[in-house]
């Protein structure tokens, strides 16, 4: 089994990391919290894999607790490296889990959302790499592993609303609705202790963005909505535990970093297209083609998002040719003489 990683952050409060993706020496990991108090909830469960359940009891046991002891399972999203531990928890025994109310009539059959968003993501990835047929088995290896399982179900006992305080005991967390990352992304805030679970919407150095998913992606414009919307939290925040990386200490400038490194992509892509000043191919342009499989994928799903929110602005103009796509800047047709 794989080396441990628990650790008990505050009285209230453990981590728990598991690996999910590893290609070409890097591995990405979820972060699971442990929420101590009256009852025991995860929130997130983090990954499927084959020793899942093993990985947590062994945690929990160094913890001087019990996967029997969790009552409870919250949900930031429903991505699959938050929700399919959940599925593996459940071939053990009964939880409530619970989820944003809107995400709900997606996941309750969780298998045909995975599979559906699965054909999506990789329908939308291959049309974007017709420059590099070769390495496409690497690429679907990873989107293959990103959404597995595609079986299992949850049933979602408890849907959550924006606003609704959820009560572990002493703990009292507020359900903060903060999409964009995806659709149905929640933070949770606890008021007495200060702190901001924010799932994927708030990571330490960047944001994580997953464009091109025809409505199951990110969304830039809502996304900067809730970062204006959770501003208020972050000014009163002692620490920001997001579902990947590490915590985030000093967290009052946090919303308005991302916004400016928001803005910076925007400004490079817009720069980007526009020094060609003609069709200009997505991947020559905007990404560099020496990384990792991880790393682009990463890069590109920002990437689409942000082409997305200016094609709905209607900055910039798509076209496809055949298998390829094209992004341009519209130019003024009527230039004064
Ligand atoms: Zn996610």
Redesign the pocket.
């Known amino acids: 089994m794989e080396k441990l990683y628990c650790k008990r952050i505050f009285p209230y409060l453990a981590l728990i990391r598991i690996p999910y993706l590893s290609f070409g020496g890097e591995t990405a990991f979820s972060n699971v919290y442990l929420i101590i108090d009256k009852e025991l909830v995860l929130i997130d469960a983090g990954p499927w894999r084959s020793s899942y359940f093993d990985i947590l009891s062994s945690s929990l046991d160094q913890l001087g607790l019990s996967v029997g002891d969790i009552s409870r399972i919250i949900y930031t ?1 429903a ?1 699959p ?2 929700m399919g531990g959940g599925i593996e928890l459940n071939k053990h025994q009964e939880f409530s889990h619970s989820i944003y109310w809107e995400a709900q009539k997606q996941v309750e059959k969780y298998g045909h959302y995975a599979t559906r968003v699965k054909s999506i993501s990789k329908q939308i990835f291959f049309n974007h790499l017709s420059l590099y047929p070769a390495e496409k088995d690497i690429y679907s290896n990873v989107i293959d592993s990103f959404w597995r399982p595609t079986c299992g179900e949850i049933e979602i006992v408890h849907s959550l609303y924006d606003g609704e305080i959820v009560s572990t005991g002493k703990l009292k967390f507020e359900v903060v609705f903060t999409p964009g ?2 659709p149905w ?1 929640i933070s949770l805030w606890e008021e007495k202790t200060a702190t901001l679970f924010s ?2 919407f708030l990571l330490r150095k960047s944001t ?1 963005l ?1 464009g091109g998913l025809k409505g199951f992606g990110s969304d830039l414009k809502a996304y900067e909505s809730s970062l204006q919307k959770i501003g208020k939290y972050l000014a009163k925040a002692k620490c920001v535990f997001p ?1 990947h990386g590490p915590s985030i200490m000093s967290c009052s400038n946090l919303a308005d970093d991302l916004s400016r490194t928001i803005r910076w992509r925007e400004h490079r892509i817009l720069q980007g297209l526009s020094k060609k000043n003609q069709r200009t191919d997505l991947m020559n342009t905007l990404l560099s083609s020496n990384q990792g499989p991880l790393a682009l994928v990463r890069q590109l799903g920002v990437t689409l998002t942000h082409l997305e929110k200016l094609e709905k602005e209607g900055r910039v103009l798509r076209s496809q040719d055949g298998e390829e796509i094209f992004y341009e800047i519209p130019q003024c047709k009527y230039q004064a003489n």
């Open positions: 999203h991505h490296d938050h990352h995806s992304d799932g994927d994580t997953t579902s």
